[in-house]
Every structure is written in C-alpha cells, then in structure tokens.
C-alpha cells in the first residue's frame, strides 16, 4: 500500500470509529444559563486507539468531534491544547505545518489518547495538562485546587497599575512593602505581583493544604519563594493567627469564594466534580469569606492601605452598603468592570474610624 493510499486508508478507519456512539450515563439537560443542571455525570467509555497510524491534525479533528459528541465544553480548544502540549507546545498555531502532519509516534498517540480521556471525564485541560498560562508565567496546576480565571489576571492587572502610581512602590523603589493574599489557590495573583514589582514582598494564605503545596511549588520553580510566606490558614478560624503573621501590609488582595450556595448545583461538571467547593462557595449570599476579609483589613493594613478583590457582578453595591454600616475605618474607593463590562472589582482604602461599628457576620 502506497502512502496517499495508506493515508485514505488510516482517515476512513477513525472516521468510522468516530461514528460511533458510547454508552454514557447521568448527563442532564443544559439549564436556562446554558450550564449543566446536576453535576451527575460519569466517566464513559474511551474510544479505541486507531490501529493504523495518524497525524497530529488528525487527531486534533477527531478528539475534537468526540468532545463535541459528548457534550464536553469547547472541544475544539480542549483538543488543540492537549494535542500540543503532547508535541512540547503551548499552542497548535505555534507548531510547524511538517510536524502536524506527520505521523505520531505510537508513544506519543497513546498519551495523546490517555489525555484526551481524562478530558471526557470532564476535567478541565488545565488539570489534563497540568500546566496553564497565567499573564507571563506558567504554573502548574492540579486538582481539587482553584484554576485562576481570566478576570483574576486583570484583578492582578488593577493593583500593578495602581502600586506603579503609588510614590515609592513601582519598579526600582527603594522601599520594601508587603501584600497580602487571602486564598492564594495556586499562588497566581502574588508570584504575579512579585514578578513584576522586584521591592514587593508577598503573604499568602489558603485553608486548602492542597493550594499551599502548590502555590510553595510554583514559587521555587518560578524562583520567587525567597520574597514570598505561605501559611496553611483558614481566614474564618484562624483570624488572630493571621493578625499576628500578616501585618501591616499595603495592599490586601484576594479572589475569595463569592458564588451564592444556591448556584453551586448549576456549575458545569468541570468545576463541580473537579475544583475545591471551599474556593467556590461563599454561603447564602455569597459574602460570607468577603465579610470576614473585611472586619479584619483595618487591621492588617498599614495607613492609606487598600483591599483589591474580585466578586460576583452582583455584589459591589451590597459591599458598599455594609461596609459604610459595619467597618467604619474602611473607605469604599470604587467598583471596576471586568471586560466584559460586569461589576467584578472591589477597591476599599484604610480611613480613620468617624464612628463606632459592630464587627457582624451575619
């Protein structure tokens, strides 16, 4: 058998295997936000490595047809990212035209294959890879820690411009400040920030054992753990712990878990199945963890110091509203829009108390 006809051949094998239907069960019906509905969905069955050989952009266009047919959320990225990955690239468009399109190796179809699989599952490509981009650095990423999402990178993108404004804090300073995160995940927004302002020094704080691993993990291999200290700390119980190691800092930065408990059922199985609820979940009305992260940032911050943090587009007017009644030495500065133009940002600055205040949770 010619090549040309080999090729015929080795294309009509995996269109027909690609034909066929899996038996797969639990999946529900998309819900009126275009989610998933219930998080009961179960692994299915892999389809079976083509015996013939095939190509790198072969394998691209048949993962992605069986992501689609399965109902997995953008299988055409799913697939691109996980076929390049496999060849040591970050992006398809970024490999060579020869290289796509010719043959894999066995070796490397199989890992192609396995992880590929993973992804029916309905992990997300960043726990399938175990890496992912955020704004110039790489970091490595595994389950059930938080994956930073694009609105994190300009919640990082809003307090780098503002301390480059700041008098003394911009790359070059002399002085040396401190921020603080609280719920540090895989440590993204700090080694962002130490990264690009070289006289920072960063606190991080996470109840996840899990994300302290990691976030201690991206700093050595990122080679910025000599400016950074991350503590195993839960804001919500260890709150004079973290009065005693975290002040006074300048800025208090945090993507604390914001999602109302009633919308934890309707997240799509990449997140319900797969992330760490306690990142996700911030109770009733989505405030409880904000809340907590407020009455203490009087005092942890030092004099004219800020809180940055991202929330639900839903909650900046009833974090003004309670702040301004509750935490008297906090100023609300403003409310940033993400790009999408949705109310995501909170910035608060430390004031003098103008009177006296209850420290309510409720």
């Keep these: 058998m010619n090549n040309d006809a080999e090729t015929v051949f080795v294309l009509n094998m995996w269109r027909r295997s690609l034909s066929t239907r899996y038996r797969c069960f639990g999946r529900r019906s998309v819900g009126p936000k275009g989610v998933w509905s219930s998080h009961a969905v179960r692994t299915c069955s892999s389809p079976v490595l083509p015996a013939g050989r095939i190509t790198a952009l072969e394998a691209v266009d048949f993962w992605r ?23 040591g690239a970050k992006t398809i468009e970024s490999l060579e035209r020869e290289r796509l399109t010719e043959f894999l190796s066995q070796e490397t179809a199989e890992q192609v294959w396995k992880l590929c699989t993973r992804r029916l599952s309905r992990m997300p490509v960043q726990y399938v890879i175990e890496e992912w981009d955020f704004r110039d650095l790489t970091l490595k990423m595994r389950p059930p820690v938080f994956i930073p999402r694009p609105e994190t990178e300009e919640l990082v993108e809003l307090v780098l411009t503002d301390l480059l404004m700041k008098p003394g804090t911009g790359v070059g300073a002399d002085t040396q400040h401190t921020c603080l995160e609280v719920g540090c995940g895989s440590g993204a927004i700090s080694l962002s920030l130490l990264k690009s302002l070289p006289q920072l020094k960063a606190v991080a704080l996470d109840q996840s054992q899990d994300a302290v691993d990691l976030t201690t993990e991206n700093a050595l291999r990122l080679r910025l753990q000599d400016r950074l200290q991350v503590h195993h700390l839960d804001i919500m119980k260890d709150a004079e712990t973290v009065l005693s190691l975290c002040r006074p800092v300048l800025v208090l930065v945090s993507n604390p878990p914001y999602l109302f408990s009633e919308d934890m059922a309707s997240l799509e199985p990449e997140i319900f199945r797969f992330e760490d609820h306690a990142a996700l979940d911030g109770g009733e009305d989505g405030l409880r963890v904000i809340k907590q992260i407020l009455v203490l940032a009087p005092q942890i911050l030092s004099d004219h110091g800020r809180v940055y943090m991202e929330v639900d587009p839903r909650h900046p007017p009833l974090i003004r509203q309670w702040v301004e009644v509750n935490v008297g030495e906090l100023q609300y500065v403003e409310t940033r829009h993400d790009i999408t133009g949705r109310p995501r940002f909170c910035i608060l600055q430390k004031a003098k108390a103008k009177r006296d205040h209850k420290l309510d949770l409720d």
Aim: glycine fraction near 4%.
């Design 65 to 87: 047809r069986h992501f689609e047919e399965r109902g997995v959320m953008e299988p055409d990225q799913s697939s691109q990212h996980i076929i390049a990955h496999v060849l």
